[in-house]
């Protein structure tokens, strides 16, 4: 079967339980984001913002209620639904759409900013992915990517990631072995697999012809990330976190 077919067959089944995302304080969570997001976007100006992979909404919901206009698309019509919801519950408007990160439906030059976050990972082609989003952005428009490297593959890791899973099935009813029954037969085709570092990030914007090409490690929401997270998720994860921020 097609790599993004089966990609959009786990994010539907996995739509179901991604918002349980183990966080302690949701509320505390939304604010430390919003105040990354917007010293990143540096105005308080009405932006044209397009969440490429945008899932639940996440980035979506926050850059919504900062009162910009957003757009958000997805392979997954599972997860679009969730984010529909989620906006109806906070009253906000988004438009949700369905769609190919690698081919958007837009016209060149559309939106302000393109945003992404834990995406990279399930790209077949992150550099047609990056074209694609410096093609609807602005003149002078940012397009800003947030990543980390997921996957350690040292014994200690390991043996942390099989304790959480045992946790994880436990404590949140769901089955951690649906990712791998998904993804083990394709990816190898994402060359960003185990996740991504900054330099990767920095070498495929240059590559796309962006300029001032900046990296945020995010320290501050890595330490407060560890201390909101559930157990099993801090036992599974080393924290790994960047935001980087190109401009055409
Ligand atoms: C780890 S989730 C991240 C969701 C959201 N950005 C967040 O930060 O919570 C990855 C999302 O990317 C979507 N996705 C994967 N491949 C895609 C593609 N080629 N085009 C658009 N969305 C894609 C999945 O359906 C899923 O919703």
């Known amino acids: 079967m097609e790599p993004k077919r089966i990609v959009r067959r786990y994010w539907d089944k996995r739509s ?16 430390f984001w919003k105040s990354i997001l917007k010293n990143a976007v540096r105005t308080d100006e009405n932006l044209k913002i397009l969440d490429v992979g945008t899932g639940t909404g996440f980035l979506s919901l926050l850059f919504a209620e900062m009162e ?67 093609r609807v952005v602005k003149s002078g428009g940012k397009i800003m990517l947030i990543d980390g490297k997921w996957y350690d593959s040292s014994i200690d890791m390991r043996l942390r990631r099989f304790i959480g899973k045992i946790i994880v099935s436990i404590t949140e009813k769901r089955n951690p072995r649906m990712f791998m029954s998904h993804y083990a037969r394709i990816k190898s085709q994402f060359p960003f697999f185990n996740g991504s570092a900054p330099n990767d990030v920095i070498d495929i914007f240059a590559e796309a012809g962006l300029k001032n090409i900046s990296v945020d490690n995010l320290e501050k929401l890595k330490r407060f990330e560890n201390k909101n997270r559930s157990l099993s998720y801090k036992i599974s994860n080393k924290p790994s976190l960047f935001l980087a921020l190109g401009e055409k």
């Open 16 to 31: 179901q339980t991604y918002d349980e995302n183990g966080y302690k304080s949701h509320n505390a969570t939304q604010n």
């Open 68 to 134: 910009h206009s957003v757009t958000g698309i997805d392979l997954s019509k599972g997860m679009l639904e969730k984010a529909r919801h989620n906006a109806g519950k906070l009253d906000l408007t988004v438009d949700f759409i369905h769609g190919d990160a690698e081919n958007l439906p837009f016209e060149d030059e559309t939106f302000d900013i393109v945003i992404n976050r834990h995406l990279l990972w399930t790209i077949p082609n992150p550099r047609i992915a990056v074209d694609e989003w410096s």
